[in-house]
């Protein structure tokens, strides 16, 4: 009898907490390769026939993306892949997802932008197209408003040709506060390389009654806890990129059950899927660095983007922990003066590859950490995977007993600064 009300009260406890999480989770898919880059970013909600179609579309840009690009070599050419998101989940009426497919060549001699879109009835339980948004009225109305829309933002890149040709029945889009209407460049101009958005708003569409959308509160910011360190002893920094995740969680509670911190350098695209999991990560005392935006490769960005890409990360963190990151890690590692120049944040690299990324048993990842780990030491892991957090189970524990302190980035920084001045006043 024990055994089934303790298995009840487990229920219970899994069920409250689902009800408190945000109803959708970010899959990652980052890889480095022989001729290839890839970083992908997508949602997993809780409808399968919308996950069945998001995947299917990532497993096929995948698989053809390594095909084309990965068996050959271009010269010293790689190429790369990223595919970001948007999610959006209008008072659980409707679910859009949107995904931005982006291919290019590191000499950007080619550069290939694709968008699609998936919008689901949760209540009808299927799939939406544009033509069922709008009434046989509006039509020409709509029409005309896209066409004005789209000569306001984009007038000088337009063909009037293809302006012409546009099928409005099946035209990409997502629902939110706005009806965001999405083009690949080449449908309206011969030209432009980017995804052309314009958004209508949500109330010039009569068949939705309009829906507003319930503002979260702004979380209430509570303070870190604070693990004591010792800076005579030797210590390291655990660093974790590409997260927030579903495995994320997992290795905070591991590190706060040895009252040990990490760094975790964290995609901007992930964080409102997991906002409870930064909010957690900064409460347990750990640092939060910036991994830019959608992992696209900084180098070969403008520093327009650039800036882009590390300022939406700054201000989502700030948004959910109220912590602004003082350090970057640059995607895939790679760092040039431009991006340097273009940043106030610390570019922080490693000295220490787990490569949990490409390992797949536990105990390699633990093996090798262990075999090149010292003090001072900054070890590189990717809180995407399962088998990492298996790992920091096994890892924390045993660094420990070798006498390693597991601190942040900010902490290693300060014991160095203070080791160094002690050693020049001597
Ligand atoms: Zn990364």
Not at 264 to 270: D, E, H, P, Y
Request: proline share 2%; net charge neutral; charged share 25%.
């Amino acid at each position: 009898m024990k055994k089934i009300i303790l298995i009840f009260c487990v229920l219970i406890v899994c069920a409250c907490n689902k009800t408190n999480e945000s109803n959708y989770r970010i899959k990652t898919i980052i890889e480095e390769n022989a001729n290839t880059i890839i970083a992908i970013n997508y949602p997993i909600t809780n409808i399968k026939k919308l996950n069945k179609k998001v995947k299917e579309y990532v497993n096929d840009t995948y698989n053809k993306f390594l095909k084309q690009y990965n068996e050959i070599t271009f010269l010293n050419k790689k190429h790369e892949l990223n595919i970001d998101y948007t999610y959006y989940n209008l008072a659980d009426k409707y679910i859009s997802i949107t995904l931005f497919k982006h291919i290019s060549s590191s000499d950007k001699e080619l550069i290939l932008n694709e968008v699609i879109s998936y919008n689901y009835d949760i209540n009808k339980k299927s799939e939406i197209k544009f033509d069922e948004i709008i009434t046989s009225n509006e039509k020409s109305q709509i029409k005309d408003l896209i066409k004005n829309l789209l000569f306001e933002k984009y007038g000088s890149i337009i063909d009037l040709n293809k302006i012409s040709s546009i099928n409005y029945d099946n035209l990409k889009f997502s629902i939110n506060n706005n009806i965001s209407i999405y083009f690949e460049a080449h449908e309206i101009s011969n030209t432009y390389k980017d995804i052309i958005q314009i958004d209508i708003p949500i109330s010039h569409f009569n068949i939705l009654e309009y829906l507003s959308i319930e503002k979260k509160e702004t979380p209430l910011y509570i303070e870190p806890i604070i693990n004591y360190i010792d800076i005579s002893k030797p210590m390291i920094a655990l660093t974790f990129d590409d997260g927030p995740s579903i495995y994320t969680e997992e290795i905070l509670e591991t590190l706060n059950k040895y009252h040990s911190n990490a760094t975790f350098f964290v995609l901007g695209n992930k964080i409102d899927a997991h906002s409870d999991t930064i909010i957690k990560m900064y409460q347990y005392g750990n640092e939060i660095g910036n991994h830019s935006y959608n992992h696209r490769s900084l180098t070969k960005l403008s520093k327009d983007e650039q800036r882009e890409q590390i300022d939406k990360t700054q201000d989502i963190i700030k948004k959910y922990t109220g912590f602004t990151p003082i350090y970057l890690r640059p995607t895939y590692g790679s760092v040039n003066n431009k991006l340097r120049n273009n940043t106030n944040l610390d570019i922080i690299l490693w000295n220490v590859d787990t490569k949990d990324w490409k390992y797949k048993d536990v105990n390699t990842i633990v093996n090798n950490t262990l075999r090149d780990v010292k003090d001072g030491s900054i070890i590189l892991m990717h809180d995407t995977h399962k088998r990492t957090s298996e790992a920091v189970k096994i890892l924390i524990p045993k660094l420990i007993e070798n006498g390693y302190q597991l601190v942040t980035i900010s902490e290693l920084k300060e014991a160095q600064k203070i080791k160094n001045n002690i050693n020049e006043t001597r």
